[in-house]
């Protein structure tokens, strides 16, 4: 923020003291649930901000699936090219300050608060001057935008919250758009097919962009590059463009050959599991040839990078013996391309799941996916109001998976001792020599409630 903004703030506001505070202030704001499509309290919120979003360049993610590993992935790529980056990821995994990270790391509690009491200010203004007040995620879209001007930062890695074309975090022109899988998600906010979400993700891309798009559905694809044409953006297609050569599931992830933009990086070891995250990987490595030039990168480079990159809640092991796997899939399509991760990289008999999944989610088609792979089901919920009950998640489940498959333990904690108890007996399911296995899944929130706890016990 620049410095006459600052010194117009109210004399008599009252800056957060604790991260608390913070919380309970942003909370008390619009949920992130609750949308009214347009970007003008946005808009009037970051030009009394002096337009902090202007002052670096953006590479912008959009896409149903894979927007956190992605933009963890081109932030790991853009910092070895040793320039600063900011980061703004949606939803949290267990703590908000999360959704704003300075060069690879969140921001602490401390400069969480001082992000909030920059702009706390101003947020008042915009509500006395708007017909709705700033949202939850407004807020903390022009809080991330803020500490990206302040740090400063060269380039901000930033996704969408929901959608594109009216997402707050839309008040950027992103040198790089990039699109991932579109699928149906969101359906009551954003569309009931594919192609109607992907005119709103397609909002992203601007005039005289680069377009980096996944592979998607023929008539999603022919929606994207209509887009492009019309604003005047370049366009680099997963597939045509760039894209994996290869891929052999490896000790603690997978080896890659990748065809990028500018050249093909070989023997690229990545610490992830699933072709969905080598398919990521290709996306990402393609936003930053998009994004640094005409030149190949190092391949050393690369190499070292993508070597680096984690990505908490993906198909990652939290615990062993029994091991405990949590993944965030929320979705069919999240779902499918986790179940298709677990045959491809594991050897689990028996795998126990533990779901907890939304209200306003598709909870018949995540279970479908995952049913061929779980020998046994439990089902709980997780600590919000939006959360499913675990009754109710079991009655579909039962449809699904049979009576006898199917366990209610509405207590996350409770149910996640469970299945290892049952992952651990895996005689009873007439596997003696199984290697057996915990899965967490259903939901972001269910699985950072669940990564906090485990981790809690683990340090105890």
């Known amino acids: 923020m620049s410095e006459h ?70 932030e790991t790529l853009v910092r070895a090219l040793d320039l600063r980056t900011g980061r703004f990821t949606s939803p949290h995994l267990e703590k908000m300050s999360e ?17 909030f009491n920059d702009v706390a200010p101003y947020t008042h203004l915009v509500d006395a001057d708007q017909a709705h007040p700033l949202s939850f995620f407004e807020t903390i879209v022009g809080m991330a935008y803020a500490a990206f001007a302040d740090a400063p930062v ?3 890695v930033v996704e969408v919250g929901m ?13 790089v758009a990039v699109v991932l899988p579109i699928s149906v998600d969101h359906a009551q906010y954003l569309g009931d097919s594919p192609t109607a979400i992907a005119h709103e993700k397609a909002g992203i891309i601007k005039p005289g962009s680069i377009a980096v798009l996944a592979q998607q559905e023929a008539d999603v694809a022919a929606l994207l590059i209509e887009r492009a044409a019309e604003v005047g953006a370049t366009v680099a297609r997963e597939g045509m463009e760039f894209g994996v050569v290869s891929r052999v599931p490896a000790v603690g992830g997978q080896m890659l050959s990748l065809q990028g933009l500018r050249g093909q990086y070989d023997d690229v070891f990545l610490p992830l599991y699933g072709a969905h995250q080598a398919q990521n990987a290709a996306v ?9 030039g005409d030149e190949p990168l190092d391949a050393d480079l690369v190499r070292a990078a993508f070597a680096q990159v984690t990505s908490p809640g993906r198909l990652e092991i939290i615990r062993r013996s029994p091991t405990i796997v949590l993944d965030a899939a929320h979705n069919p399509h999240g779902a499918a391309a986790t179940a298709a991760a677990i045959e491809d990289s594991f050897t689990f008999s ?21 049913e061929p792979h779980l020998e046994h089901l439990i089902c709980t919920q997780n600590s919000t109001q939006r959360s499913m009950s675990a009754d109710a998640l079991a009655a579909v489940a039962i449809e699904i998976y049979g009576e ?39 939901s972001v929130v269910t699985v950072g409630e669940a990564r906090a706890m485990l981790l809690r016990r683990g340090q105890s």
């Open 5 to 74: 903004t600052k010194s117009e703030q109210s004399p008599d506001a009252r800056p957060a003291e604790t991260y608390a505070e913070v919380e309970d202030a942003l909370l008390s704001r619009w949920p992130e649930t609750k949308l009214e499509p347009s970007l003008d309290r946005i808009e009037a919120f970051t030009e009394l901000l002096g337009d902090p979003q202007r002052s670096f360049r953006t590479i912008h993610l959009t896409g149903t699936n894979g927007k956190t590993s992605t933009s963890r992935m081109i």
């Open 99 to 115: 959704r704003i990270s300075i060069d690879g790391e969140p921001l602490t509690d401390e400069a969480f608060v001082r992000a």
């Open 154 to 156: 060269d380039v901000a």
């Open 163 to 175: 959608g594109g074309a009216w997402d707050a975090t839309n008040v950027v022109d992103a040198d």
């Open 284 to 292: 990402a490595l393609a936003a930053v040839e998009a994004f640094a």
């Open 350 to 370: 028996p795998l126990i799941g533990v779901m907890g999944v939304m209200g306003d989610k598709d909870a018949n088609g995540v279970l479908e996916a995952f």
């Open 404 to 442: 006898d498959r199917v366990t209610v333990v509405r207590d996350l904690a409770d149910a996640i001792d469970r299945a290892a108890t049952l992952a651990e007996a895996g005689e009873a399911f007439g596997d003696p020599l199984g290697s057996g296995a915990v899965l967490v899944t259903g």
